[in-house]
C-alpha cells in the first residue's frame, strides 16, 4: 500500500511542478492568468461505512484552478492595443468559435477587421453611417474610404454684440424746398415718438431768423439761399444797372458804378463787402446772382433792345430731418406737403466700408460637394424702437462669398434685444433662427459649380432642415446671442458641414468607442468593443493562445459596452502583463521539488521493508 501512496505523491507533485513551470515559463505572456494545483486526499472505504482505523491511500490533483486576478498594466506605442482594467474578456471570433481573452494586443488585417496576433476578429457594436452606435453586435472593421462630404444645414453663431456701439447710419429727409413766404406768419409743431416741438414765425421775420427758429428744433438742420438769373446782358445799359438786396421795406443798393462789361459786372458783386452775394457768367454770357443767406434779390437796368429788367427773386428755405422726427403739422398745408417726401439713408450699409458697420465675422460652410465657401455676418446697431426704453435694434447682413445672401441685399434681419441684454426676437421669431434659402453655391470664377442650389419655387422647407438635405438651404442660428457693454466677441461658432477626409488615425476612449480621426479635422465613431463576463469565470475552459472558451459551469456569457455594470474600463496604447508572480512561483517550484523527493523516499523506505520480509527464509 506504501507504494501506491508513494506513487500517488510522485504524481500530485509532478503536475505542481507542471503548473509551476508553465507559470514561469507565461511569466511574461499578456494576458496570461496563472494556475494554482489543488489536491486532496484518497481513502478506501466501503459502501456503508469504512474500517474502525482507516488509512489514507495518498493524494490525488483535484484540480488546477486558475487566477483571474488583474495584472500589471503597461503603455505601448501601439494606439489599438487594449487593457481591461477590471472585469471582462474581450470577445474574439475564432472562424466562428466565440473565445474570450484579455490579451489586447490587436492590429487590423488587410480587409480592416480588428484582430489579435493569431487573427481573431475583435467582437463589438457597430456604428451606423452617421457614427451612431447601434447596439448591434458584429465583428469590428475600421473602413479607410474617404470620409464623403456634408453639406451645412446649421449653422450656431454665439456673439456678443457691443451695447455701447453707436448708430452709423443716419436718415435724412430732404423736404420740398419752400419760399420764405410760405413760412413767414406761421406756427410749424415737429412730432417725435411721444413729443413734439412748435416753432412760431412772424410775418415779417427776417430770413436768418427763419432759419434760426427751425434749427433750434430738435433734428431739424435749415438753411435758405435765393438765386436770381439776370439772362443775357448784351445789349444791357450798364450804367443803368442797380441791385438790391433784401425785403422792400429796407433794401441795400450794391455799390456798381463804372462797370462797363458783363465781366467786370460778376467781378464786382463778387468784392463787396456782402460774402453772401456771388455772381457767376457762363460762355453766352448769361448772368445769374446768388444770395447764400437767402434775402431777397431785385436786379434792374435799362435794355437797348427789350423792355427794361426789373426782377426780383425771394429766398428758398432747405430743411432736412433726421429719423427722429416722426410727422410735421402746420397751418399752411403747403409746409406739411413739403415734408412728405421719402427719407435718405446716408452712410448706408456697405460691405466694402467698415465704416457703415458696428461688427462683422466669418466662418467657413461647405455645399453638397463638400467645397468650402466664405460666409460673412456684418451686425449694424439701430436706433432703438419706440421711445428707445427697454429695446434694442441690430440689423444683421449676411454674405456668402461676397454675395448677398437670405435677401439682406433688399431688406436686412432685425434682431432685437430686451433690457437684460438677452436676444428678444429675429424677424419676430423668439428661437433666433434665420433660414437662409437663397443661396447658389458657385465655383471661384462665379458660376454655379454643380452643388444643390436653393429650393425650387413652391417648396416649403422646415427648421431643422430635415436629414437627407435636398437644397443648399440651411439655418443661421441666433439664439444665443447677446447684448451686453463689453467688447464684441465670438463665444462660439459651430457648423455642421465638412470637406471629403482621409483616414488620419484612430482613437480608443475608456467606454472602448473607436473613433476615426480625419484630414478634414472631423471624427466618427466605428464602434465600441465588447466585453464579456462570467457568473463562474474559473468555469471557462483554457485553449492556449491565451483565449478561454464557454462551458457548462461557466455559464453563458454577460455580453455588455466597457465601464457598464460590473465590467471595467478600457485603457488604450496599453495591455495587461501576465498576473503570474515569479518570486513566489521559484519559491513554489522548491516546495514541489522537496515534496517529489520526500515522496520517492516513500517508495524507497517501502522497498527495503519489503526486502527484509523477503530475505526472512
Known sequence: ???????????????????????????????????????????????LGSGSNPIGDGVRVQDVKQSFGQGNISFTDNGLDMAIDGDGFFVLNNGGEVRYSRAGQFGIDKDGFVTNNQ????????????????????????????????????????????????????????????????LRDESVTFEYDGQSSTIDIDA????????GKLQSASGVSASAATSLPVGDMSDADFSTFRLTVGDESSPRDIDLDGVTTVDELES?????????????????????????SGETLRAEYENATDPDFDESALGT???????????VDSTS?????????????????????????????????????????????FYVKQPSPGDGVGTSEWSVYTQIDGEFVGGTDETPHRARFNQDGELQSVNGDPNGEILIDDWTPKDADGAPNGADGPPAPGDNITTPIPDPPTSSAFVLDLGNTTQYGSEFGVNDQQQNGYATGRLSGLDVSDEGVLFARYTNGQSKSLGQVALASFNNTNGLSPVGETTWVETFESG???????????????????????NVDLSEELVNLIIAQRNYQANAKTIETSDAVTQTIINLR
Open 268 to 292: 464786382r458783386i463778387r468784392q463787396v463787402s456782402d460774402q453772401s452775394i456771388s455772381a457767376s457768367v457762363d460762355e453766352d454770357g448769361v448772368l445769374s446772382i446768388t444770395h447764400n
Open 317 to 327: 428755405v432747405s430743411i432736412n430731418t433726421d429719423r427722429t422726427v416722426t410727422g
Open 1 to 47: 500500500m506504501a507504494f501506491n501512496t508513494g506513487l500517488s505523491g510522485l504524481r500530485a507533485s509532478s503536475v505542481d511542478l507542471d503548473v509551476t513551470g508553465n507559470n514561469i515559463s507565461n511569466a511574461s505572456t499578456v494576458g496570461f492568468k496563472g494556475s494554482k494545483a489543488e489536491f486532496g486526499d484518497l481513502y478506501a472505504s466501503g459502501f
Open 556 to 578: 453563458q456569457p454577460i455580453i455588455g459596452a466597457p465601464d457598464t455594470g460590473t465590467l471595467g474600463s478600457i485603457n488604450a496604447s496599453s495591455v495587461e502583463e501576465s
Open 119 to 182: 487573427n481573431m476578429r475583435v467582437q463589438g457594436f457597430v456604428a451606423d453611417d452617421d457614427g451612431n452606435l447601434s447596439g448591434i453586435q458584429d465583428d469590428l472593421q475600421i473602413e479607410t474610404d474617404n470620409l464623403a462630404p456634408k453639406r451645412t444645414t446649421n449653422l450656431r453663431s454665439d456673439l456678443n454684440l457691443d451695447s455701447r456701439e453707436s448708430v452709423l447710419e443716419s436718415q435724412v429727409r430732404n423736404w420740398n424746398s419752400l419760399s420764405v413766404d410760405d
Open 204 to 211: 415779417d421775420e427776417a430770413v436768418s431768423d427763419i432759419v
Open 333 to 377: 398745408t403747403t409746409v406739411a406737403e413739403a415734408f412728405n417726401v421719402a427719407p435718405q439713408r446716408i452712410n448706408a450699409f456697405n460691405p466694402l466700408d467698415q465704416r457703415t458697420y458696428n461688427h462683422a465675422t466669418s466662418t467657413t460652410i461647405y455645399d453638397s460637394l463638400g467645397n468650402s465657401h466664405d460666409m460673412t455676418q
